[in-house]
Nanobody, 127 residues
Framework: QVQLVESGGQLVQTGGSLRLSCAAS????????MGWFRQAPGKEREFVAA????????YYADSVKGRFTISRDNTKRTVYLQMNSLKPEDTAVYFC????????????????????WGQGTQVTVSS
């Protein structure tokens, strides 16, 4: 079992940047594909970005493509989400999640396939 804790969320102006971190404890991240999801008030949780177990493959929601970058450092047991050119519509609680994966290359965008979730970190982008 792995425990996930997100950090790095804060209030930022439009056009600004943030880097979210997701630190794991309990076991290494190597067996897991990792994902970031977000949930805005009154909306359903949505996929943001995901990375394969190996780190070779990544996938992004169209709304963040070209602005956000997911990365992972298995030695530090940490996953990152670099967010640039932030917009007010990026305001949400951001969650990281881990999915047990038998494939080193597979990337999953479906929240239902993720086994472990963090508690979330609030990102607010002011206009």
């Amino acid at each position: 079992q792995v425990q996930l804790v997100e950090s790095g969320g804060q209030l930022v102006q439009t056009g600004g940047s943030l880097r979210l971190s997701c630190a794991a404890s309990g076991r290494t991240l190597s067996p897991y594909a990792m994902g970031w999801f977000r949930q805005a008030p009154g909306k359903e949780r949505e996929f943001v970005a995901a990375m394969s177990r190996s780190g070779t493959n990544s996938y992004y929601a169209d709304s963040v493509k070209g602005r956000f970058t997911i990365s992972r450092d298995n030695t530090k047991r940490t996953v990152y989400l670099q967010m640039n050119s932030l917009k007010p519509e990026d305001t949400a609680v951001y969650f990281c999640a881990a999915a047990s994966s038998s494939s080193a290359l597979f990337v999953d965008t479906r929240s239902t396939e993720y086994d472990y979730w963090g508690q979330g970190t609030q990102v607010t982008v002011s206009s």
